[in-house]
């Protein structure tokens, strides 16, 4: 092929390449978007579709935290702040308060692990904007509670049935067939 | 329109007193201000609007859609975010010059519409030199883009301002070229001389005159697309090197008015190539009234523009951009060799045929309709493959 030849067929080839280019871009006018509009064109919220075990804001259920302070050191950055008395008449645990920073907390995890009843536990809860800092703190008591006494013998107090419900749950969802074995079994063992 | 303005001077709408020309001066400006501020403005926003739209179906993306309904008003909200935004001059650059710029670039862009046939009557003024003159004041468009990349004392500027002088003035070689065979077979540059000659029906179309005038029809296209700086031609702002080129030192509403042009040249294009290859506002004669067939022709008119219109944002959707030197080789090897050929060609189809052939319509348009079946059935083979539910709706 000589010098004309080429100039021809490159024509040919420019020609064909641009048909064939635009027939490609031309079936995508009849494809649906990827784009997921998030957040408020959604067939449900995001915070439904997150896996079980995602660490999102902190939560406590001051119902069965028994006041032990093991999340206060457990935690790294120091953003939980509990403080305990006893009651001198009724001789009783009182927190009078339980404050966590999720403006510092950086979603480790490290609290919820050492918890004896799973008071604190990550929510799926993800969305923290805000226009203060202030309104990040969140506090979880306003009057002075009881601390939970773990009962003794064999039966479930029903207060820590959720948080047992939730365990099963997470047993459930990993141990299907199929489903990923969890990655960190003796840890939180 | 003359005319118009003539008879209402002669039934003394505006006095005894006042001279012709201050009356015509009065109407110019009036109506250049209706089609600047009614036709032109609207039309570049709402085409920045559906180009981010197509763009965005094209690559499996939704798109604006907040601003309005389906993002219609997306292009009034970047308007006023960039009026509201700070007129920045910089320190070293030529800063008359560098004000100057923008306007020149706008002028160019509205220079067109005052011989923009509408319908058969709808035209501002319809100039015996009508596509020679469409063809000069587009082209003006290279002096103020080569300003703005003097005057903003930049490399990327410049570079930018450079590369569209460089483009420009080489495609405007095949551009004319292409435009000869149309008027080699009407003999005339008025844009309503030429629309004149064509028909409604496609077989009578030019761009299916004869197989010179359709590959001129492309030529044209694609000269267009390189002069109005669209990809796969927009070197003289290309991103990845150049930043924004010559628009890169200049922000709020001169920047704007850079990319008014750039989209409003869209429309310019699309007219050019509708009028002098696609039968213009060519409408069967349906009815007796001028009014109703003025309307069906400025609709028909407008449906063409806007298909070409919707071309060029598919190929800037569809083409990389090419290189400088394939830019070059591109219209002086091929585009230039090409136009000669089919200037020659058309001239002895129409010393063959003087009074036209009618056969060779009909061949073309069949030959036409064979290739568009050919690229639907693509079409089809490619979304096949993808796999994928039909979703047509435009709305998401």
């Known amino acids: 092929m000589g010098d004309v030849g080429s100039y021809f067929s490159d024509i040919k080839e420019a020609v064909t390449s641009i048909f064939e280019g635009m027939a490609v871009t031309a079936s995508h006018f009849m494809r649906k978007p990827y ?15 997150l896996p079980f075990r995602y660490r999102g804001i902190l939560e406590v259920d001051m119902e069965i935290c028994t006041g032990c302070l093991a999340c206060e050191r457990a935690c790294p950055i120091d953003c939980i702040v509990i403080a305990v008395e006893k009651d001198k008449q009724t001789k009783q645990m009182l927190i009078s308060q339980f404050d966590i920073d999720i403006a510092k ?43 939970y006494k773990a009962k003794k013998g064999p039966e479930t107090d029903p207060r820590i049935m959720p948080v047992l419900n939730r365990g099963m749950r997470y047993v459930d969802e990993w141990a299907q067939a199929g489903g990923e074995k969890p990655a960190a079994e003796e840890e939180s063992a | 329109m003359q005319q118009w303005v003539d008879s209402l001077i002669a039934a003394g709408a505006f006095g005894h007193n006042l001279p012709r020309e201050l009356i015509y001066a009065l109407f110019i400006f009036v109506f250049s201000a209706v089609v600047f501020l009614g036709v032109a403005f609207p039309f570049a926003g709402i085409v920045s609007w559906a180009e981010r739209r197509v763009w965005a179906r094209i690559q499996s993306r939704v798109g604006p859609n907040r601003v309005g309904p389906n993002g219609f008003l997306q292009w009034l909200a970047d308007g006023v975010k960039n009026v509201c935004k700070e007129d920045l001059v910089p320190a070293e650059a030529d800063e008359r010059l560098f004000k100057l710029a923008p306007y020149l670039v706008v002028i160019a862009f509205v220079m067109p519409w005052a011989v923009m046939p509408f319908s058969s009557d709808l035209i501002l003024a319809d100039l015996n030199v009508g596509i020679l003159y469409m063809t000069s004041v587009t082209a003006l468009t290279v002096v103020g883009m080569l300003m703005a990349g003097w005057a903003s004392n930049d490399k990327w500027s410049l570079i930018g301002g450079i590369r569209s002088a460089a483009q420009i003035v ?191 319509g009909y061949v073309m348009v069949a030959l036409f309709t064979a290739l568009m079946i050919l690229f639907v059935r693509r079409v089809i083979y490619y979304f096949r493959r993808s796999k994928m539910e039909l979703y047509l709706s435009p709305i998401i």
């Open chain 1, 35 to 49: 784009t997921v509009q998030y957040p408020d064109r959604m067939p449900v919220r995001v915070q439904d579709t």
């Open chain 1, 105 to 147: 907390c950086m979603y480790c995890g490290l609290c919820s692990e050492p918890c004896p009843t799973g008071s604190i536990h990550h929510t799926t809860e993800f969305e923290g904007a805000d226009f203060s800092l202030e309104s990040l703190m969140r506090r979880f008591i306003q009057d002075p509670v009881v601390a």
């Open chain 2, 170 to 360: 080489s495609y405007e070689i095949p551009a004319g070229l292409a435009i000869f065979p149309v008027v080699l077979i009407t003999g005339t540059l008025s844009m309503q001389g030429i629309i004149r000659a064509q028909g409604w029906a496609p077989t009578q179309w030019f761009a299916f005159t004869n197989p010179f005038t359709f590959i001129a029809a492309n030529i044209l296209f694609m000269s267009a697309l390189a002069e109005g700086n669209r990809t796969p031609f927009d070197l003289p702002e290309a991103e990845s090197e150049l930043v924004a080129g010559f628009a890169t030192e200049y922000s709020g509403m001169r920047y704007l008015f850079f990319f008014m042009a750039e989209w409003g040249n869209l429309f310019i294009i699309g007219a050019i190539i509708t009028a002098l290859f696609l039968g213009g506002w060519q409408f069967p004669h349906v009815t007796d009234d001028r009014i109703v067939m003025n309307v069906l022709q400025l609709i028909t008119f407008n449906v063409k523009v806007l298909f070409l219109v919707f071309v060029s944002m598919w190929i800037r959707a569809t083409l990389p951009r090419v290189r400088i030197d394939q830019l070059m080789s591109l219209c002086w090897k091929f585009f230039v060799p090409i136009s000669f050929v089919n200037l020659i060609g058309t001239a002895i189809w129409v010393a063959i045929w003087p009074q036209g052939n009618p056969v060779g």
